[in-house]
């Protein structure tokens, strides 16, 4: 596609759910990124993917936090057991191997009750 | 600890003026710099950025200063318009073992407004 696109744009779920938030790169860009934006703070690094394997995840918070990228393309983003504090935006963002530049997508505003 | 900060929270300036926004970082890895401007609802967009062996960037409207001695970068936008109002984050990045600028720390951001 034209931009990196999330969906869902916005997710409320009640604390203890499951959480699945995909995003769709721009074709061609082999390296995707999640970050999370809290309330009044700026994006923070969850983890990076170059090709179909998590190249660093150093960025997930704890162990109900993980991601996959199957095919090297499509990513989903997978929250177990939400809790309060997971609400944030989740900002999926892609680009061309080894470049510096990161184009984001919208994200996906999350809200666990 | 916050290793990049945007002490400003907000800004406003006249339309035609210049716009001023600053950037500290504390890590001395950090080796390229960038910005990115947000609109509501949108996800961040790149501005402009600078590799730490230049002390300035241009790109039209926009000049990015680099001050590695004083671990200080600013964004100048001159003449400032409306359509400038965003909130403005600063990222920084350190090269990793393959080279590639992955992993970006980001500032809190600026909001900056300017008036018509």
């Known amino acids: 596609g034209a931009g990196v696109s999330q969906t869902p744009s916005n997710k409320v779920t009640e604390k203890g759910k499951y959480v699945e938030l995909r995003c769709d790169p721009i074709s061609g860009h082999t390296a995707l990124y999640w970050y999370r934006q809290s309330l009044g703070q700026g994006p923070e690094f969850l983890i990076y993917?170059?090709?179909?394997?998590?190249?660093?995840d150093s960025g997930l918070p704890n162990d109900r936090f993980f991601a996959v990228r199957p095919e090297g393309s499509v990513s989903t983003l997978k929250i177990q057991r939400t809790e309060r504090g997971d609400s944030a935006v989740y900002l999926c963002a892609s680009s061309l191997a080894g470049a510096n530049v990161l184009t984001f997508g919208a994200g996906s505003r999350l809200t666990v009750l | 600890d916050q290793q990049v900060k945007q002490n400003s929270p907000s800004l406003s300036v006249q339309e035609g003026r210049i716009s001023i926004l600053n950037c500290d970082y504390t890590n001395s890895m950090f080796d390229y710099f960038l910005w990115y401007k947000k609109y509501p609802a949108e996800g961040p967009t790149f501005l402009i950025s600078?590799?730490?062996?230049?002390d300035k960037n241009e790109d039209g409207r926009f000049t990015v200063f680099l001050n590695k001695s004083a671990k200080h970068l600013s964004l100048h936008i001159v003449p400032s318009q409306p359509g400038d109002s965003a909130v403005y984050f600063c990222a920084a990045s350190a090269s990793s073992r393959g080279g590639s600028n992955y992993k970006l720390t980001f500032g809190k951001g600026t909001l900056l407004t300017v008036n018509p």
């Open positions: 600078i590799s730490s062996i230049k």
């Open positions: 993917f170059q090709g179909t394997g998590a190249a660093d």
